[in-house]
């Protein structure tokens, strides 16, 4: 019986060509539409999951309002930063001041290349809970330390052990390589980030502008993630370090907030 409906089918389909032709083709592009339409939400539903702290994890936000205007972004200072790490332990699990990505040129003997790059506190790694092929996460509590993408330090030393070896920083400083970590996927926020550099190289043994910004709470020239603990509550959080800023800061009114990993990509 199924072998009269085949022949019947077949028929059908060589009667009617032209019509034969349009079903299948719909057929085919409604079935590889629906395919990208699947694979594109996936791909949103896993942003930034790479992270497994992902749902732990937020980045502190400034509400400033002056006058009539109100703004809120990114930016935050660093004696903010320092004030929640001291004095909201019970919140955060960890704190973490982050400079913005610029072009880093990493040298290693005659061999030169650019590589997106932050200066982070020694917390950022573990926060971002980078996967290490050499060494240790924690490793930039030594600011003569640099940790490496995978793809970085193959680049630069081919298929030879990087760990301990002297790079070239900006030909300026030299930094001993104390890890290599996975390059992070293409649906990570940080995706093009290849270098990490103490954060303690870059307040004090940089520009001085910077290591004047530690007192300055009005200058906005850094980014400010945390961690929060298993058992905090980020809304009763968010409540608690809302008022931080207005003791330290005069001639506007500014707020902070947390901005959940998870809503990031929205």
């Not at 749902?55 to 400033?64: G, I």
């Not at 003997?109 to 573990?126: H, L, N, R, T, Y």
């Not at 004090?204 to 004047?212: A, F, P």
Request: net charge positive; proline share 4%; with cysteine.
């Amino acid at each position: 019986m199924l072998k009269n409906y085949l022949k019947i089918a077949w028929r059908n389909l060589r009667n009617n060509k032209m019509y034969a032709v349009l079903n299948v083709v719909g057929l085919a592009t409604g079935m590889a539409v629906a395919l990208v339409i699947g694979l594109w939400v996936r791909d949103e539903l896993s942003f930034d999951k790479y992270h497994r702290q992902y749902d732990r994890l937020a980045q502190v936000l400034v509400k400033a309002t002056n006058g009539s205007q109100v703004y809120t972004g990114k930016t935050t200072s660093i004696p903010m930063g320092l004030e929640l790490h001291d004095k909201y332990k019970d919140d955060f699990k960890h704190v973490a001041l982050v400079s913005f990505s610029a072009a880093h040129i990493i040298a290693v003997g005659d061999k030169k290349i650019s590589q997106s790059g932050m200066w982070v506190q020694d917390a950022f790694p573990v926060m971002f809970t980078l996967n290490m092929i050499r060494g240790n996460a924690d490793a930039l509590k030594d600011p003569s330390s640099v940790l490496l993408a995978q793809s970085v330090a193959r680049a630069l030393f081919n298929d030879a052990d990087p760990l301990n070896r002297i790079v070239r920083i900006d030909n300026k400083m030299e930094m001993k390589v104390a890890g290599v970590y996975e390059d992070l996927p293409y649906n990570t926020t940080h995706r093009e980030i290849k270098l990490l550099l103490p954060w303690y190289r870059y307040v004090n043994d940089t520009e001085g502008w910077i290591k004047d910004a530690q007192t300055q709470w009005d200058n906005h020239m850094c980014r400010l993630f945390v961690q929060l603990h298993d058992h905090a509550d980020a809304e009763k959080v968010n409540a608690k370090i809302k008022n931080v800023p207005p003791p330290h800061i005069t001639f506007s009114k500014e707020e902070l907030l947390l901005h959940p990993m998870h809503q990031w990509h929205l």
